[in-house]
């Protein structure tokens, strides 16, 4: 059993950066890959990011690359995910998720946080 918790959302001016992070708690944290997802009003959720459990593969729905970054730091049990150069288009609730298997299908996970808004606006 996994539990996640995100945290770092906010409101940020267009071109701005924010990092999310994902807290998880439970045994066994590196041998879960890790992925962001985000969820924008009106729209289905969507992939944005996705780490092996070693942090040693990542995915990156193609959209995103070069602004997202995902990390973890398996010695604090959390997952980041670095947005830089962020847009309006980025607002959407993102949320964690964990399974035993790196995929980019959300279907896929197991486990889920319960969400962190961000709003990118002037």
């Known amino acids: 059993q996994v539990q996640l918790e995100e945290s770092g959302g906010g409101l940020v001016q267009p071109g701005g950066s924010l990092r999310l992070s994902c807290a998880a708690s439970?045994?066994?944290?590196?041998?879960?890959?890790m992925a962001w997802f985000r969820q924008a009003p009106g729209k289905e959720r969507e992939f944005a990011a996705a780490?092996?459990?070693?942090?040693?593969?990542?995915y990156y729905a193609d959209s995103l690359k070069g602004r997202f970054t995902i990390s973890r730091d398996n010695a604090k049990n959390i997952v980041y995910l670095q947005m830089i150069s962020l847009k309006p288009e980025d607002s959407a609730v993102y949320y964690c998720?964990?399974?035993?298997?790196?995929?980019?299908?959300?279907?896929?996970?197991?486990?889920w946080g319960q969400g962190t808004q961000v709003t990118v606006s002037s």
């Open positions: 780490i092996a459990g070693s942090g040693g593969r990542t």
């Open positions: 998720a964990a399974d035993r298997v790196l995929t980019i299908v959300q279907f896929a996970y197991d486990y």
């Open positions: 439970g045994r066994s944290f590196s041998s879960y890959a």
